[in-house]
């Protein structure tokens, strides 16, 4: 099965709109840390967004919100107001574990946004 | 802080041909890692060290090897390119702690003819 299963290849959205990217994972491990990447097309790994398992509120920074249901095991990211910046590829990742600093970052095949002027 | 560095940042090999991918980071991160990227298949993990002198095979380490003998420095070594290795590998680091973020380097496109 599929560690991280990010099932839109493709979105497109109107800018200044919010935008929802879905990313559900599978693990069996009570400790995990799940992440959120962007990929402009210049080709760099930009770390948007971290969510920890037992963490109890879900995790913001700036525009950027993700959305954890753990009984779902889905954290899809949020983007509030999205602008011409925002298109790129994203991908979810997750590590798992006790010490889960310590174990291999599984990532999901992305999501391509592209956001309409 | 350099962050993670990585040379070079374009190469061509003919088949056969043996290189190493260099990768330095200036932040004492233990965890480092190679990952290669292609098209539609997101990054997949090569090879990854959780210390100097302590390395593991990620999910595509056949034709690639790795050393880690100082805590700054992850080479990855291509022993006989193939056609198929043609990618973009990117090193990563992060600290062992409970957030884990990795920080990746700016790529390593290589093509093999």
């Known amino acids: 099965a599929q560690k991280i299963t990010q099932t839109q290849p493709g979105m497109f959205v109107q800018e200044k709109e919010a935008v929802t990217l879905d990313c559900t994972y599978d693990t069996s491990d009570q400790s995990y840390g799940l992440f959120w990447y962007k990929q402009p097309s210049s080709g760099e790994m930009i770390f948007l967004i971290y969510q920890g398992s037992y963490d109890e509120q879900n995790a913001t920074e700036g525009r950027y919100s993700l959305n954890f249901q753990k009984a779902r095991k889905s954290a899809n990211l949020v983007i509030s107001a999205s602008q011409l910046g925002d298109s790129a590829m994203y991908f979810c990742?997750?590590?798992?574990?006790?010490?889960?600093?310590?174990?291999?970052?599984?990532f999901g095949t992305g999501t391509r946004l592209t956001i309409i002027p | 802080n350099a962050g993670v560095t990585q040379t070079p940042k374009f190469q061509v090999l003919k088949t056969g041909q043996s290189m190493t991918l260099q990768c330095a980071q200036d932040m004492n991160h233990e965890y480092m890692s190679w990952y290669r990227q292609d098209p539609g298949m997101g990054l997949r993990l090569i090879h990854y060290?959780?210390?100097?002198?302590?390395?593991d095979q990620g999910e595509v380490p056949n034709g690639y090897n790795v050393s880690r003998s100082t805590t700054e420095d992850f080479p990855l070594r291509l022993l006989s390119a193939a056609p198929s290795q043609t990618s973009v590998y990117f090193c990563?680091?992060?600290?062992?702690?409970?957030?884990?973020?990795?920080?990746f380097g700016p790529g390593t496109r290589l093509l093999v003819l």
């Open positions: 990742a997750m590590r798992e574990g006790p010490n889960f600093g310590n174990e291999k970052l599984t």
């Open positions: 990563a680091s992060s600290y062992s702690d409970s957030r884990g973020r990795e920080y």
């Open positions: 060290s959780v210390g100097a002198g302590i390395t």
